[in-house]
C-alpha cells in the first residue's frame, strides 16, 4: 500500500517557472494524469457533473478550459456513488477528460442551516433533495472523493462564516486540523479506484485572524501534500481583509506547491491574489451571473439588461474573440436573456468564462513578460469598471 | 413595382425531382437567396429568434437544418420590428444565414382565449407580456412579415379550432379566402426590405370537412403563388381526419409547387404525410418534448427520466451519430434532466431536433432509391415504438 501511494504521488508535480520581481505572482505547471494545468488558473464550477449551460467540447475548445470543479455534496446526492462508480468516475460518467477538481462538501453541508449539526466526528445533515439523513465525516468525504474520481481532492473542513468571533475561529480550526490528519491518514491508506492519480489538499482556515492563519497555514503546511488551498475567504469579508490574509498565508505555505484561494471571485479579486501568490481559483461568479445577464468583457463589467444595449449590434467581446462573444451581438444577447431564453444563459456563460480563462492566462503571459504589476493595475482598473 | 416583383419572383424556385410508384412522396429541391432546401424537409421551430437551447452553429452543423421557423407574434412582440429592421432583418439579427419561414402570428393570437376579437378586418389582441393592445390586419401583418424578412411568409388567416361546427368552419375559411386576397396584393405591391426575395405561402383551411377543404385548396391552388400552406390540422383531430384532410388537398393542390403541413407532427405523422405529398413541416415538439425527457430515437421513443436508464451508459443514440446522441450518455442526460440541467435541454434539444432532420433526409433517399413505402412502413413502427 504504501509503496503504491509513492508511485502514485509521483504522478502529479509542479513545476514553478518563474516568480515576478515586483509582485509575488507566479507562473508554473501543474502536471496530472489527466494532462498539464498551466497556472494561474481559473477553474469552471461544474456543480453536478455540468458547467451550466455549456458542453463539454465548448469547455475545452471555446472556453480553454483546463481543469474543472465538481461539488462532492452534490454528486454524492445525485447521480450518486454507486454510478459514478459504475462509470468509472466523474471523467467517464461526464465525458471530460481533463483534470478534475472536488471540494469536501463541507461548504455545502455548512449552507444547510438548521438541517446541520456539526459534531467533533463530522457533520450529520438532511439532503436539499428529500430531506434524507446522511453523515460526513474525514474519512468518509475521502472515500467519497475516491469514488467520484477527482484528480485533486480537498481536505474535509469547516468553512467559518464572517463575521466569526475569535473563539468560534480557533476551535472550528483546531477541528479543521484534527479532521487533516484524518484526511491525510485515510488517503495514505487507499487507493485510487481509477487507472490515475489522485493528491490531497488540505485547506488553511482562521478566518480573519492574523495569528489563527499563521498558525494554520504552518500546521496545513507541514502535512506536505502536493498542493494547498486557502479557505474561509470570499465568504463577505471587505476585500482587505481578504487580500491580507491571503497574503499572509502564502508567505507560510511552500513556493513549490500550488496554491488554490477557494471561491475566489471578481476578476479584480483574482488579479490582486495572483499578484500575492496564488495559483488556482474557482467561483461560480461567471456562470452564475451569466444567467442573469451581467458579462464580464475586455471593456468592463456589462449589464446587459440595460437598455443602452438595446440596439446594440456589436459584437458581445469583438477583443476577446471566440465564438460566443464575436458571432452574436450584445443587442441578440440582450434580446434572449430578457426573454429567458436558454440560448442567452449558454451564450452568456460561454462568453463569462471564456473571459476568466483569457484574464488568468494574460496574467501568466504578463508574468512570463516580466511587466505582470504595472499589467495588472491597468487591467484591474479597465476591467472592474462598469459599462 | 411590377417589373420587380416578377424578377424577385424568380428567386424561388421548386424543382419536383421525383416521384415516389407506391405512394404520393414526392423529393424535391427548392431554391431561395439564402440556400437550397432538400424536401421533404423538417423546420425546427425558432420562436423568438432562438431555437430553445441549440446554438446557431449546432443548428447548422450536428441538426443539420436547413430551413428555420420564427413566430411573427412573438418576434413582433419581442426584439420588436424596429431592431429587427435596424439589425438588417431577422437572418442578421440571429446569426442564421440559411433559410428562414415565419407564420402569419394568427395561430399565436388564437390561442390568447379571452385576449383576442375576430372582425372582418382581421383580430385585435392584448400582448402576453405586457397586456397592451395590437391589431392583426391581413395587409399589416404582410409588412410585418416584410421588416421581420424571412425567405418563406405565410398568409393570415384564421386556424380553426377542433371540433369546429361545419358553419364556423366554412365562414372562417370564406374569411381566410378574404383576407388572402389582401395578403396576395399587399405582398404584390411591396418589395423586400433586404437585398433577397420573400414569397407568400396561401394556407388552405376548412377544417375536418371534405367540401371545404376542397373548396379552399382550390382557391388556395387558384393564387398561383411559389408555395402552399395546410393549416388548421394538427390541432386535436384523430391522425385518421389529418391523414384523409392532408390526402384530399395534396390531390387539388399543384404538384410542381411545394406543400407545407403546418404543426405536424410525431415522427409518425411526418412519414404518413410525406407518403401523401407533403414536402415541408414544422412542430415544436421535438425540442418542447427535449427538454421534459422525451427522445424520439432511431430506435424508438425514450422517456430519459425512466428509472430503466438510470445506469444506462451506453451512447443516447449510437445509430443516429453526431455528437449530443454518442458523445454523452443516456445515464449522464438523464442525471442533467432530472436535476434540471440546463445542460440536459441542450443535449436533448440537438439530439431530438438531429433525429427529425434524419428521419426527413432518409425519408428523402427512399423516395429516390424507390422503396419508400416499404421503408416507411417499417420505418414508423420502429420510432412509434416506446422502448
Not at 146 to 153: L, N, Y
Not at 154 to 177: G, Q
Request: proline share 4%; net charge neutral.
Amino acid at each position: 500500500m504504501y509503496v503504491t501511494q509513492r508511485i502514485f504521488a509521483g504522478f502529479m508535480r509542479f513545476q514553478l517557472e518563474i516568480v515576478d520581481a515586483k509582485s509575488s505572482a507566479r507562473a508554473g505547471t501543474i502536471h496530472t494524469d489527466h494532462g498539464k494545468i498551466e497556472t494561474p488558473i481559473f477553474m469552471p464550477v461544474g456543480t453536478a457533473g455540468s458547467v451550466k449551460a455549456v458542453h463539454q467540447r465548448e469547455l475545452m475548445d471555446d472556453v480553454n478550459a483546463e481543469i474543472i470543479l465538481g461539488n462532492t455534496y452534490h454528486l454524492y446526492l445525485r447521480p450518486g456513488l454507486e454510478l459514478l462508480q459504475k462509470a468509472g468516475g466523474l471523467h467517464k460518467f461526464t465525458g471530460w477528460t481533463r483534470p478534475i477538481l472536488t471540494d469536501s462538501g463541507g461548504y455545502q453541508v455548512y449552507s444547510l442551516a438548521g438541517n446541520r449539526k456539526i459534531t467533533t466526528d463530522g457533520v450529520i445533515f438532511k439532503s436539499h433533495i428529500d430531506g434524507s439523513k446522511h453523515h460526513f465525516t474525514p474519512e468518509g468525504v475521502m472515500d467519497i472523493q475516491r469514488r467520484i474520481g477527482a484528480d485533486i481532492i480537498m481536505a474535509f473542513d469547516e468553512c467559518t462564516p464572517y463575521p466569526c468571533e475569535y473563539t468560534y475561529a480557533k476551535n472550528s480550526m483546531d477541528l479543521t486540523h484534527k479532521w487533516l490528519t484524518k484526511c491525510v491518514n485515510r488517503v495514505r491508506e487507499t487507493e485510487s479506484l481509477y487507472e490515475y492519480d489522485q493528491v490531497l489538499f488540505p485547506i488553511v482556515q482562521g478566518s480573519v485572524y492574523h495569528d489563527l492563519r499563521e498558525q494554520s497555514a504552518t500546521f496545513i503546511a507541514a502535512q506536505d501534500q502536493p498542493g494547498n488551498a486557502i479557505g474561509g475567504l470570499s465568504v463577505g469579508e471587505p476585500h482587505e481583509e481578504m487580500y491580507a490574509m491571503t497574503s499572509l498565508v502564502c508567505s507560510v505555505l511552500p513556493a513549490d506547491k500550488p496554491r488554490y484561494l477557494m471561491g475566489v471571485g471578481t476578476p479584480e479579486n483574482i488579479l490582486e491574489c495572483i499578484s500575492l501568490g496564488i495559483d488556482m481559483f474557482d467561483c461560480v461568479m461567471p456562470t452564475r451571473n451569466a444567467r442573469n445577464g451581467m458579462l464580464f468583457t475586455t471593456q468592463g463589467v456589462i449589464n446587459i439588461r440595460n437598455e443602452k444595449w438595446k440596439d446594440d449590434l456589436s459584437p458581445i467581446d469583438a477583443e476577446l474573440g471566440g465564438y460566443a462573444s464575436t458571432f452574436y451581438s450584445k443587442a441578440y444577447l440582450r434580446h434572449l436573456i430578457i426573454n429567458k431564453e436558454i440560448l442567452g444563459a449558454q451564450i452568456a456563460s460561454i462568453h463569462n468564462l471564456t473571459f476568466y480563462l483569457w484574464l488568468v492566462k494574460e496574467a501568466r503571459r504578463h508574468i512570463q513578460d516580466g511587466d505582470f504589476a504595472t499589467w495588472k493595475n491597468t487591467m484591474v482598473k479597465r476591467v472592474s469598471h462598469r459599462i
